[in-house]
T-cell receptor
């Protein structure tokens, strides 16, 4: 079945790196996504990774995928106060069209 | 300026009333989706539509209805049968619903409160 889990909270100091983790259970995942949600707003796509990749880097963002352990992580380098938001991972399943299963979201708080 | 718009941003409803949430996109996307977000929970899929005049139930369709008469529009009606409608509602669209990998783009959301 489909189940995506994330820790609820993460607090980091400005300038440090943040690592947000996600685990999923369906080995048929094709694409895995990271979305960012600021207070009272919709979701903004940050990045995505195809399931046959191990890593993807995009400026300050690095996505790591461990398919064996079904573990996905998002690393934000040099975290800024503007990065404070809720981060959702999501998976799409092979044969499931483009329906996404979302995690519960991780609230990232960046402190000065 | 392409994107997805939702209106209204805030909506208040009395118990027993039906209300309709608007979602419009000018991205020429085939697929559209409605999600519900509750505090501390991920997004849950209510309905989705692959193409005009076609739509499918998601995981929590009870108490909701949709229509897809135009490619650009996918309104969601929250009926009086929905027992706990207070939530944040998000609309999304993607190029096509096939094979995965087609990124979903989200609107700004509508916060519905039942008084």
């Amino acid at each position: 079945g489909e189940d995506v889990e994330q820790s609820l909270f993460l607090s980091v100091r400005e300038g440090d790196s943040s690592v947000i983790n996600c685990t999923y259970t369906d080995s048929s995942s094709t694409y895995l996504y990271w979305y960012k949600q600021e207070p009272g707003a919709g979701l903004q796509l940050l990045t995505y990774i195809f399931s046959n990749m191990d890593m993807k880097q995009d400026q300050r963002l690095t996505v790591l995928l461990n398919k064996k352990d079904k573990h996905l992580s998002l690393r934000i380098a040099d975290t800024q106060t503007g990065d404070s938001a809720i981060y959702f991972c999501a998976e799409s399943i092979k044969g499931g069209g483009n329906k996404l299963t979302f995690g519960t979201g991780t609230q990232l708080k960046v402190e000065l | 300026d392409g994107g997805i718009t939702q209106s209204p941003k805030y909506l208040f409803r009395k118990e027993g009333q039906n209300v309709t949430l608007s979602c419009e996109q000018n991205l020429n996307h085939d697929a559209m989706y409605w999600y519900r977000q509750d505090p501390g929970q991920g997004l849950r899929l209510i309905y989705y539509s692959q193409i005009v005049n076609d739509f499918q139930k998601g995981d929590i369709a009870e108490g909701y209805s949709v229509s897809r008469e135009k490619k650009e529009s996918f309104p969601l009606t929250v009926t009086s049968a929905q027992k706990n409608p207070t939530a944040f509602y998000l609309c999304a669209s993607s190029i096509e619903l096939a094979g995965g990998g087609d990124t979903q783009y989200f609107g700004p959301g509508t916060r519905l409160t039942v008084l």
